[in-house]
C-alpha cells in the first residue's frame, strides 16, 4: 500500500478517532463539572481502595497530572486517601459516597456510548476490531522495549 495521506495510516486513524472520542467524553463531562480524567478515575477505583501508582499506567498519565486530578477530586469531595494497613508505603484511594454516585453517572455514560457502537457494529467486525487492536498493541510494547534497550 502506498502511504501518501495521512488518513492511509493505521496510527493517524486510530489517533484521529481516539481525539474525537475523547472530544465527546469531555464535554459530556464538562456538562457535569468533571473532566475526562475524573470520570476515568471515577471508573476504575476499586471498592477496596486502589494505590495511587496503578492509577497512572492504567490511565497513560504523567505523575504530575495524576497528582493534579486526585487533589482536585480530593478537593471537591469524590475521593479520598488511606494508608494501606499491611504496607505503609503505599496509599489508596477511594471514592466518598458522592464519588460513588458520580461513578454511576459516568458508567451512564460510557455504557450508552458503547451499546450504540455494539448495536451497529457486526459481532464478526468487532471480533476483527479486537484482534487487531491486541496486534497493534503487542507491536507498541514491542517498539518500547527497544526504545528501552537502547536508553
Keep these: 500500500m502506498n502511504h501518501s495521506r495521512a488518513e492511509e495510516y493505521i496510527d493517524f486513524n486510530l489517533r484521529h478517532a481516539w481525539h474525537k472520542i475523547s472530544r465527546m467524553y469531555n464535554q459530556k463531562a464538562k456538562a457535569h463539572g468533571l473532566t475526562m480524567s475524573i470520570g476515568f478515575i471515577l471508573l476504575i477505583v476499586d471498592k477496596d481502595g486502589t494505590a495511587s501508582t496503578q492509577l ?3 490511565m497513560g498519565m504523567e505523575p504530575t497530572s495524576l497528582s493534579r486530578t486526585l487533589k482536585t477530586m480530593e478537593k471537591k469531595g469524590y475521593i479520598y486517601r488511606e494508608v494501606d494497613k499491611s504496607d505503609k508505603r503505599k496509599v489508596l484511594i477511594f471514592l466518598t459516597p458522592e464519588g460513588i ?3 454511576k453517572r459516568v458508567k451512564e455514560v460510557v455504557v450508552d456510548f458503547n451499546e450504540k457502537l455494539l448495536q451497529t457494529i ?3 467486525k468487532l471480533a476483527v476490531f479486537f484482534e487487531i487492536m491486541n496486534l497493534i498493541d503487542e507491536h507498541v510494547e514491542d517498539e518500547l522495549k527497544a526504545i528501552n534497550f537502547f536508553n
Design 101 to 103: 454516585e458520580l461513578r
Design 122 to 124: 457486526p459481532e464478526h
Design 56 to 58: 497512572g499506567p492504567r
